[in-house]
């Protein structure tokens, strides 16, 4: 559940910049990018570097390709992800020479180990335990710590600390768990196979579980949920703290119920400001949040490097959704979180100028270990060369705001609505699922054996 059918990762990296700083797009480019909106296979994924001086016909191969509706390619911007790479320590020249690891993930090859995933963690849980003092909504258990009785909370301040200080746990805890597991991984499961082919490992005859690449950073602890954690943070300041329409403890009890009952707090709540359409009161949450749990991951140290985090979290945003109770934002308990950075579903209704508006406030470069932001299109977005003009533009223009990764499932919706009722009859169609694409009839049978194997024998009776 937490990838959606475990896939290679296997990354084919084009466009971008040499290690002088040139302009890297050549023939190779345009063919492999061809080669993928003709065969549209789902393997390997393909990533298209863009910076300042891309050509406009990469581009306009890139868009042919997004509308062929492939899924293809990720498109990372060089000008975030270098700065990425040089926060970590990675020289000028090797950082322009980076490829994509895994998903989105920014390495350069035979030089720069990284354990990208030694965690996956979500920012709506810390507002979560601040609501209840420490106690997971689902399962009534203890796993944060004790902020006080949030009924007790008089300023919007106190409670934002509330929230930081059960992240800043979370953090704590997940730090332990990882020297544990890096420690076990060097002492019982060394990698001589991925030592042989880090150029400095063979070097200087010291394998990656002990510090042999030349560069080294995380692990990383991947999150999911920012878009759920901005719209509960901007909703709790708006309703309760500034229109006073309600009160904490009255809150506290609409989560508890899950709204049921209190149909009036839910609009309250559902109307407040939300994540993807520029507005600066509730993305500022955002780019707090991101640029707080990034200065906390670097304070914890681990073997080779100090922890970083990505907001990356390929499929887990789902069925981590399903241990998360409602939140502030009005989304009602179990329901998915949002992926990566991008807007909650249904929440962004200003069009993508306003979504790349909100997702740019966020310091990218912070998410060392990768970021992720996922855009869903129509194919009517890039009908002719006017619209494909205008798609460049958008691009140019996320690249100019800070954009660090963006893309796009291209797919009309009842196609989509179509293929969930005969999934045998659009065998072809693949959809973007995180960081990378499958098949939609393989996709729709991952899910369906999943949801089996959970499912108590006399249910299915």
């Not at 950082?95 to 994509?100: E, K, V």
């Not at 979370?170 to 020297?179: E, K, P, R």
């Not at 309703?239 to 209190?262: P, R, T, W, Y």
Request: net charge negative; glycine share 8%; charged share 20%.
């Amino acid at each position: 559940m937490y990838y959606a059918g475990y896939m290679a990762f296997q990354n084919v990296v084009v466009g971008g910049q040499t290690r002088d700083g040139s302009d890297a797009t050549n023939e190779l480019s345009h063919m492999v990018l061809t080669c993928t909106k003709n065969l549209k296979l789902y393997q390997p994924s393909i990533a298209a570097r863009v910076y300042s001086q891309s050509p406009p016909e990469y581009l306009a191969t890139i868009a042919e390709v997004i509308k062929a509706g492939t899924g293809f390619p990720a498109i990372h911007f060089d000008d975030v992800t270098i700065k990425m790479l040089l926060s970590l320590g990675v020289k000028l020249e090797d950082a322009r020479d980076y490829c994509i690891a895994g998903c989105v993930e920014p390495s350069v090859s035979g030089v720069f180990y990284r354990w990208t995933e030694v965690c996956y963690a979500n920012f709506p849980s810390a507002i979560e335990f601040a609501l209840t003092n420490g106690v997971q909504a689902i399962t009534g258990k203890k796993l944060g710590i004790e902020t006080g009785d949030p009924a007790e909370i008089k300023t919007f301040r106190e409670f934002e600390y509330a929230v930081k200080a059960q992240l800043k746990n979370l953090i704590d805890v997940a730090a332990i768990a990882t020297h544990v597991a890096q420690q076990v991984h060097r002492d019982i499961l060394p990698k001589p196979l991925a030592s042989s082919l880090m150029a400095s490992c063979v070097e200087n005859g010291m394998s990656l579980m002990r510090g042999g690449a030349k560069y080294n950073s995380g692990p990383g602890i991947i999150f999911a949920g920012t878009a759920d954690y901005a719209d509960s943070m901007a909703a709790v300041k708006r309703v309760v703290f500034e229109e006073q329409k309600i009160s904490m403890h009255e809150l506290c009890k609409a989560l508890a119920d899950n709204f049921e009952g209190h149909k009036q707090i839910h609009k309250w709540l559902k109307a407040a400001p939300k994540y993807g359409n520029g507005d600066e009161y509730v993305d500022i949450f955002a780019k707090d949040i991101i640029d707080f749990t990034s200065l906390e991951l670097q304070k914890q140290k681990t073997l080779y490097a100090h922890m970083a985090l990505g907001t990356l979290p390929v499929s887990s945003h789902v069925p981590q959704g399903l241990n998360i109770g409602a939140l502030p934002s009005g989304r009602k308990s179990k329901a998915t979180l949002a992926d990566g950075i991008s807007p909650s579903q249904g929440n962004d209704v200003l069009g993508p100028t306003a979504v790349i508006k909100s997702v740019d406030t966020i310091n990218q470069e912070a998410s060392t270990a990768g970021v992720l932001h996922n855009m869903k299109i129509t194919p009517e977005l890039l009908e002719g060369s006017r619209a494909v003009n205008n798609f460049i533009a958008l691009l140019r223009t996320h690249d100019q705001l800070g954009g660090g990764q963006i893309q796009f499932n291209c797919v009309e919706r009842d196609t989509l609505l179509s293929a969930q009722k005969s999934p045998d009859e659009y065998r072809s169609l693949m959809v973007r699922v995180a960081g990378y694409s499958a098949f939609f009839v393989e996709l729709c049978k991952e899910i369906q054996d999943e949801i089996i194997s959970r499912t108590p024998q006399r249910a299915l009776m």
